[in-house]
């Protein structure tokens, strides 16, 4: 079965300094990985996705994620935070039939402090 | 938003009335999916279908029906809503095209 694990549930960062959101997967085989995005009382928002083809993947707003098969990890990561990353972000993964199913983490908030 | 709306918005009901949410899409796509958002629990998927009249239990499942007399519709029905129901609903869809999950708004409900 699949699963996913979000290390983190709250990160605190200040504005202008590197952010790591941290994700570990389980799945028996190779999956399609996810990163949405929530700011407050908004919906979701794909902000990238691996699919097996390069490792790392860059998204919308200057974040980027690296899939490292050895260590089932898929961490979400941005050079310099900005006040507007402010938001709940969610590592997901794909479920194993055809038929779209996510798995999602359990999120973790991002705080970004001026 | 891949032309997903969610109706109603927001819902305050009591404790055993039913309740139906509505998703509607306007871009024909074969597959969707309703998810329940509570702190600590990412979302959970409730129900999805596959096509018209083809639905499917999700992990949390129980308490909730759901049907699709076509393909842009698909209802979330709450037989007899709970406390434990007050949650906030998303739909979804799947492109297959771009193998990419797209939500809509999200309908917060509160069961008193």
């Known amino acids: 079965a699949q699963s996913v694990t979000q290390l983190d549930s709250h990160v605190s960062v200040s504005e202008g300094t590197p952010v790591l959101l941290r994700c570990n997967y389980s799945?028996?085989?190779?999956?399609?990985l996810f990163w949405y995005v929530q700011h407050p009382n908004k919906g979701l928002q794909l902000l990238l996705k691996?699919?097996?083809?390069?490792?790392l993947v860059k998204g919308i707003n200057g974040f980027e994620a690296e899939f490292k098969k050895s260590e089932t990890s898929f961490h979400l990561t941005k050079p310099s935070a900005h006040m507007s990353d402010a938001a709940e972000y969610f590592c997901?993964?794909?479920?194993?039939?055809?038929?779209?199913?996510?798995?999602f983490g359990q999120g973790t908030t991002l705080q970004v402090k001026p | 938003d891949a032309g997903i709306t969610q109706s109603p918005r927001h819902k305050v009901t009591e404790t055993g009335t039913p309740v139906t949410l509505r998703c509607h899409q306007t871009?024909?796509?074969?597959?969707m999916y309703w998810y329940r958002q509570d702190p600590g629990h990412g979302l959970r998927l409730i129900h999805y279908?596959?096509?018209?009249?083809?639905?499917d239990k999700g992990e949390v499942s129980d308490g909730y029906s759901v049907s699709r007399s076509k393909t842009e519709d698909f209802l979330l029905t709450l037989e007899s809503a709970t406390s434990s129901q007050t949650s906030v609903y998303f739909c979804?869809?799947?492109?297959?095209?771009?193998?990419?999950?797209?939500f809509g708004p999200g309908t917060r409900l509160t069961v008193l």
């Open positions: 979804a869809i799947t492109d297959r095209g771009t193998d990419t999950q797209y």
């Open positions: 691996y699919t097996s083809a390069a490792t």
């Open positions: 997901v993964v794909s479920g194993s039939s055809n038929t779209g199913k996510l798995i």
């Open positions: 871009e024909n796509h074969r597959y």
């Open positions: 279908s596959y096509g018209v009249k083809d639905t």
């Open positions: 799945s028996s085989y190779s999956p399609s």
